[in-house]
């Protein structure tokens, strides 16, 4: 059983800049695949990034975050980041980490084994 643990959500106004993060605790993951994906009021599970655990430490984006949004990881923590910036009100969301065991990434929700318990995320003056 892999445990997903996510934090750094909060309330931000439009245009600022907020970091959310997904540990792992005791746990590598030396071919998996690391995604976030949010998930608004009454809409689906979107994705909008994902991250190689392995050392090429390939990334991926959702068109709708591309050039504002940076996903890292630091393999020693155990843990993914997703820097967000310049955040619009429509990013509002429940954002969730997942992981799989995988080569590629995915962007389909149930495609992904393990996920995070979600925290909000709020953009709004």
């Known amino acids: 059983q892999v445990q997903l643990v996510e934090s750094g959500g909060g309330l931000v106004q439009p245009g600022g800049s907020l970091r959310v993060s997904c540990a792992a605790p005791?746990?590598?993951?030396?071919?998996?695949?690391m995604g976030w994906f949010r998930q608004a009021p009454g809409k689906e599970r979107d994705f909008v990034s994902a991250i190689t655990w392995s050392s090429a430490s390939r990334t991926y984006y959702a068109d709708s975050v591309k050039g504002r949004f940076t996903i890292s990881r630091d393999t020693a923590k155990n843990t993914v980041y997703l820097q967000m910036n310049s955040l619009k009100p429509e990013d509002t969301a429940v954002y969730y980490c997942?992981?799989?065991?995988?080569?590629?990434?995915?962007?389909?929700?149930?495609?992904?084994?393990?996920w995070g318990q979600g925290t909000q995320v709020t953009v709004s003056s």
């Open positions: 005791g746990r590598t993951f030396s071919s998996y695949v």
């Open positions: 997942a992981a799989d065991q995988r080569m590629i990434p995915s962007t389909t929700p149930h495609e992904y084994m393990y």
